[in-house]
């Protein structure tokens, strides 16, 4: 008997359970990631302009529905590995709760979707959702065994998206907004591995043996040096309101102390789960304080 057909056969009894099969495969907690879509209007300070808002969040619900495709597809493609893994073996796929055809089909049939989904919004966005899905089916299929190549992509992945909020709005974006993404999304994707190096060794990832273990920390040390100065400078040369404008450069402090905590946590091991270190209320005061300062210089008279 195959391994397709022992996995058919053992989930039988859990098609009553299929929906939720469906949904626990799509990573429900992983769809807050999407939200990057708004960084552009939001840093534009165009976030409370219906013309730019519903756009973008038209976009970012179609993103949502991609990263599920994408989702469905890998644990589809990698069900023989994630069997063998601790914690992905509970994955509804590797346990047999989901059969890999019915997740491959319901993941290739979301990708198709969600780029019909973008296609009213206009060509850009539509491009920007089969970049995305593109990159992640490589991904999943190819390009995380390619060592570096494997942090790059899912890089990658944060910049479409951003872009992508930008492009259906209609915004411009600046070289340091840019920046900011791109070693802001490094300097997550670096530390996640580098957690994920530490706790499960050969066991985890495959490419995770082809990197020493002082690669990832120096990769997530230089992303977190880029993120800061890249947000400084765009900090101190972003026009706000007249009387407000300064609060954006103030911005910085809280920015700083976020980074430096949600790095110790990843450290110390919560960086293979990036909401755990997000949840820390150290982490979510900065937050706070910080979107308190952006907002008031953006969007105040």
Known sequence: MTALAKVTAGAAPARVRLPAA???TARPRQWVKNAVVLAAPAAAGRLTDPAVLLPAAAIAAVLVLASAA???????????IDRTHPTKSLRPVASGALRPVTALRAGLAAGVVSVLLAVPLGAGPAATVALYLALSLAYSRWLKRVPVVDVLVVT????????????AAGLAVSDWFLLVVLFGSLFLVAAKRSAEQRRAGAAGRAVLASYPDSWLTQITTMALTGTVMAYAAWAFQHAGTDIFEPLIAVSLVPFLAALLRYSLLASAGAGEAPEVALADR???????????LVGAGLYLP
């Open 22 to 24: 469906l949904l626990r």
């Open 156 to 167: 990658a992945g944060f910049i479409v998206r951003a872009l992508a909020g930008a492009v």
């Open 70 to 80: 994408t989702y469905l597809v890998n644990d589809a493609l990698d069900v023989e």
């Open 282 to 292: 150290f982490v979510l005061g900065c937050v706070l304080v910080w979107a308190v």
